[in-house]
C-alpha cells in the first residue's frame, strides 16, 4: 500500500505543469521559423493568384501595355510589400530575441505560440487591405483589424523579452541583461512594433479620412525606423555615459581637493 501511494505521488509530479520548466529552445527556434516561413508563403501565393492581368484584358482594355495593366493592381501590391515587410521585420526581432536567450521556459514558448497565432493572421490582414474600395467604412476597419493584428503579434515577443528580465541570470546573455550593451536597443526595437501600430490604430480612429495613408506610412516608416534606431540608441547612451563621467569627475576632483585641505580649512 506504501508502494502504490509513492508511484501515485511521482505520477503526479510528473503530469504537474510548471510554467517556469525549461523548454528546448532549438525547437521553439525551429517551429517559429517553419511557421514564419509558411506565412511568407501563403502571402506570395496570394499576390500571385488573383493579381496578374489577363492577357486578353492587357490587349483589349490597355492597348498591350503591361505596365498600364499592372498599375491597376498598385494598391494590392502596396499591401503585398508591406505585408511582407511586417513578416520580415517580426522575423528579425524574434531571432534577435532568441539571438540573446541562453534558456527558454514554458511560459516563453506560450507566449511564442500566440504571438505566431497572430503573425499568421498577417495574410488575412494583406487580404482584408486590399479587397475593399478605397476610402470606404470596410477599407477603414480592415486596415484597424491589421493594426490589431500587428500589435498582437509584437506585443507577445516584448512580452517574451520581459518574462526573460525576471530571471535574467538564468535565461539572458549578458549583453541583453538590465545594464549590458544591447539592453537598451533590445528594448527599444521590442517596442517599436507595439507602439506605432497602436499609434496607427488610434489615428485611423481619429482620422478617417487619411486612415489609408497613415496604414501605408507606418508600413514605410518602420525599417528606416529600424535602422536609425541603433543610430539613436548608440548616441543616447554616449550622451549619458559622457556626462555621467563628467559628473565623476567634478566628484573626484571635489574629494580630492578636501584631501589636500587641512581639518582646519575643511571645518571653516
Given at each position: ?12 509530479e ?10 528546448s ?9 517553419g ?24 490587349e ?7 505596365l498600364?495593366?499592372l ?35 514554458r ?21 482584408l487591405?486590399?479587397e ?7 477599407e ?16 507577445f515577443?516584448f ?20 545594464g549590458?550593451?544591447?539592453h ?8 517599436l ?6 499609434g ?5 480612429c ?18 528606416f ?17 559622457s ?5 565623476r569627475?567634478k ?10 585641505l587641512s581639518p ?5
Amino acid at each position: 500500500g506504501q508502494r502504490d501511494e509513492e508511484e501515485e505521488h511521482c505520477s503526479l509530479e510528473t503530469f504537474t505543469f510548471y510554467l517556469s520548466e525549461p523548454l528546448s529552445k532549438e525547437r521553439v527556434e525551429a517551429f517559429s521559423d517553419g511557421v514564419y516561413a509558411i506565412v511568407a508563403t501563403l502571402l506570395i501565393l496570394d499576390i500571385c493568384e488573383d493579381n496578374v492581368p489577363d492577357p486578353r484584358e492587357v490587349e483589349e482594355k490597355f492597348h498591350g501595355s503591361l505596365l498600364e495593366a499592372l498599375s491597376e493592381y498598385g494598391p494590392n501590391y502596396l499591401a503585398y510589400f508591406g505585408s511582407f515587410v511586417t513578416i520580415g521585420l517580426l522575423w528579425f526581432v524574434h531571432h534577435s530575441l532568441f539571438l540573446y536567450l541562453t534558456k527558454a521556459t514554458r511560459l516563453m514558448g506560450l507566449l511564442n505560440i500566440l504571438s505566431l497565432a497572430f503573425i499568421g493572421g498577417l495574410p488575412l490582414a494583406y487580404q482584408l487591405t486590399s479587397e475593399f474600395a478605397e476610402k470606404s467604412h470596410n477599407e477603414i476597419e480592415a486596415i484597424q483589424v491589421s493594426c490589431v493584428i500587428a500589435f498582437f503579434a509584437s506585443i507577445f515577443q516584448f512580452a517574451i523579452w520581459t518574462t526573460a528580465l525576471l530571471h535574467e541570470r538564468e535565461t539572458l546573455h549578458p549583453f541583453a541583461r538590465y545594464g549590458g550593451k544591447e539592453h537598451a536597443f533590445m528594448f527599444a526595437k521590442l517596442a517599436l512594433y507595439p507602439c506605432v501600430s497602436l499609434g496607427a490604430f488610434f489615428l485611423t480612429c481619429l482620422l478617417s479620412e487619411f486612415s489609408t495613408a497613415i496604414f501605408h506610412l507606418m508600413q514605410i516608416v518602420i525599417p528606416f525606423a529600424f535602422l536609425a534606431l541603433r543610430i539613436f540608441v548608440r548616441i543616447s547612451l554616449t550622451v549619458i555615459k559622457s556626462v555621467m563621467s563628467l559628473s565623476r569627475r567634478k566628484v573626484v576632483l571635489l574629494e580630492e581637493e578636501e584631501a589636500c585641505l587641512s581639518p582646519t580649512e575643511v571645518l571653516s
